[in-house]
DNA sequence: CTTACATTAGACAATTATTGACAAGTCAAT
DNA sequence: ATTGACTTGTCAATAATTGTCTAATGTAAG
């Protein structure tokens, strides 16, 4: 699942509207739309007001805001699951080292 | 391994000097360095030149470049692991839909 | 059908991030 | 002290992203 999409999904089960979000991300509804589709990204500092909003897990939202992210940069990529393996190495030495 | 770090370490096997690899992407020596210290991104297109350089694999280089990402992705992060495993279990997904 | 409201699309402006050059600096070897 | 390799900091140019505005599309109710 998406950071947007989920986002979506949390807006429908709370039963808000786009500009419900929006207005309280002080941004427009169009942005928002985007948002949701994954066409835009949110601002960091978008995930606490929306958590707050949908009533869901900062981290959580946090989580999935990150990964969206990698999703991306993997998305038109040969090989993902290799390259996602390499980070992973990568960040188990950083652990070692710290 | 760090993309740059093993720039580095294929330009030392390969005893060539900052200015050598610099003056092939036609950058100067000082963005180079950057490069290998991963205070810069190269661009994806110096890849394959600099694979041609290093007689190194283009494959193992581009893996590397967005590891490489990723990582910067993560760095901040408090729970590393688990962004990367939503991560993947999106990538999976993916592959399921396509 | 037409009105009203929600959402989406596209074009452009504003903002922010990144890339890269340049000049000055460190460090090691001679 | 000089030279050569590399690094650091600052700033300008460029590129990427975020956001707005307007118009379009969808959708449900009367």
Redesign the pocket.
């Known amino acids: 699942m998406r950071f947007g999409e989920h986002i979506r999904q949390l807006r429908e089960q709370n039963k808000l509207?786009?500009?419900h979000l929006a207005s309280e991300l002080?941004?427009?509804?169009?942005?928002m739309?985007?948002i949701?589709?994954s066409?835009?990204?949110?601002?960091r500092e978008h995930i606490p007001q929306l958590a707050k909003l949908l009533r869901a897990s900062v981290t959580e939202l946090q989580t999935l805001y990150i990964a969206d992210q990698i999703i991306e940069l993997l998305d038109d990529e040969e090989n993902p699951r290799a390259i996602l393996y390499a980070a992973e190495k990568e960040i188990n030495q950083m652990k070692k080292d710290s």
Chains 1, 2 share one sequence.
């Not at 002080?26 to 942005?31: N, P, Q, R, Y």
């Open positions: 509207l786009l500009r002080d941004i427009d509804t169009a942005m739309s985007k949701e589709r066409e835009r990204k949110a601002k």
